[in-house]
Each structure stands twice: as C-alpha cells, then as structure tokens.
C-alpha cells in the first residue's frame, strides 16, 4: 500500500497502480457531435488506447483532428460481416444506419423526421468485431449506432470476452425498421456475462431545442461485469 503523507494527494491511478495507457477503449460511432466522451477523463489521464470507430467519411477529417495520433481511426462499419444497405441522413446529427428509418416512431420526437431523412443509400460490407486480429481485446466499448449494437455484440464476443463494461444506447421506442429493442439488447449483454449499471437519458444533451418529456423513448445504458462493483456511467 501506497503511504500516505500529510497533504499529500495520492490518485486513483497510483491506488490502483495502474500502467500508462494500459485500458483499451474501443469507441463505435466515434463521430463527433459536440459531446464529451464519457471516457474523456481516461484520456486525460493518459490511462487508455482508443479504437474509434467511424464509417461515415464525412465525419472522418474532423474526427482526426479532434482526436490527433492518440486513437487509431478506423472507417469501417461494424456488423455481421454481410452487406448491407446504409442509410445516410444529415451530416453531423448521427442518424446513419444500416436500417432503414421509420417516419412513424421518428415523429414522437421533436425534430428527428428530419434528422431521420434519407438522403442517400449505399451498398457497404460490414465486419465482425471479431474478424479484427489487429485489436487488441476491449476493456471498455462504447457504442453509439442506430440499431446495429445487437449485431455488434452477437459478432463480437471473443473480442468482449475479458471487457468490463459497456456504454450503449437503446431504444425503447425503436427509430428504425426491424430495430432491435432495449430488451434485445439485454439478453445478449447479459449472456455475455454483463448486468445493468445504470441508465441516463442520452439525447437531452444533443439539440436545445428538444423538449421534454418528447424524447424519453431514448437511454444510454452501461453494463459491468457481475463480478464488479463499479463501472463507467455517463450520457452519451
């Protein structure tokens, strides 16, 4: 144990000693969108390695610039490992999908029928989580998707299999057709061997302009393993 002198300020990482760098955080739907990563103190720290993860070249630059040569980038669009439709929407509101928009749900909330709008659609491959020799195994995964978590997870579980928590939203009033639900989502977590740690609504941060209680259909949830009690919590 550490000895701890008059005034002297001992941190978290030097209680826990731990290494430079030594948590891996794998970021899915990386685009920035004016938000704090909720990992951004691990960063700070010098704790951790980031996987980010962004398909949308357009969002890409800006990403890189924000984030310099601290994570490694990668524009691919995590799935199955099949190909599929994406669905590209507005610039800068992280409405893309690999399923198609439903207008009926998007209008319960304020300003999302046009956030949702389809503006173009390509064919693109997908790759499992688990197909990625090159990465390293997650200590934290951080999704932000529009439906393709439970598809991420299925096809990531060698890769998840030492993770200790997971940030990931969740609808329980699906966005997209075909969407998987918050209940979906559960059973695979906790298959996996993870519980609910909490629960914040993740898009009252995201536009002034929306109004509560319109978008309550919308949570980011985090998960631990269930042999730990503590984890990683915050809005995404």
């Not at 630059?61 to 490992?81: I, K, S, Y």
């Not at 997908?126 to 598809?151: A, C, N, W, Y």
């Not at 995201?206 to 809005?235: K, M, Y």
């Amino acid at each position: 144990m550490l000895p701890i002198q008059a005034h002297q300020s001992v941190t978290l990482q030097q209680v826990l000693s731990l290494a430079e760098r030594c948590i891996h955080v794998a970021d899915v739907g990386a685009a920035v969108l004016g938000e704090a990563a909720s990992y951004q103190i691990l960063i700070d720290h010098g704790l951790c390695t980031l996987s980010a993860f962004e398909p949308d070249a357009r969002e890409i630059d800006a990403l890189r610039q924000h984030l310099g040569d601290f994570a490694a980038v990668l524009p691919d669009a995590l799935g199955d490992g099949r190909e599929h439709t994406l669905y590209v929407c507005p610039k800068g509101l992280g409405m893309n999908s690999l399923l198609e928009p439903d207008p009926s749900k998007l209008g319960f909330f304020n300003l999302f029928p046009e956030w949702g709008r389809v503006e173009d659609t390509k064919q693109i491959t997908t790759r499992r989580l688990d197909d990625f020799d090159e990465l390293h195994p997650i200590d934290f995964l951080k999704m932000d998707v529009q439906g393709s978590e439970l598809s991420i997870l299925i096809n990531g579980r060698t890769k998840l299999a030492r993770c200790i928590a997971v940030q990931t939203e969740v609808s329980f009033i699906t966005l997209y057709r075909d969407q998987p639900t918050f209940g979906d989502i559960d059973r695979e977590l906790r298959r996996q061997g993870f519980i609910p740690h909490g629960s914040l609504l993740s898009k009252t941060g995201r536009s002034p302009r929306l109004h509560e209680p319109a978008n309550h259909g919308i949570h980011s949830i985090s998960c631990s393993r269930r042999t730990l009690s503590t984890s990683v919590t915050s809005s995404i």
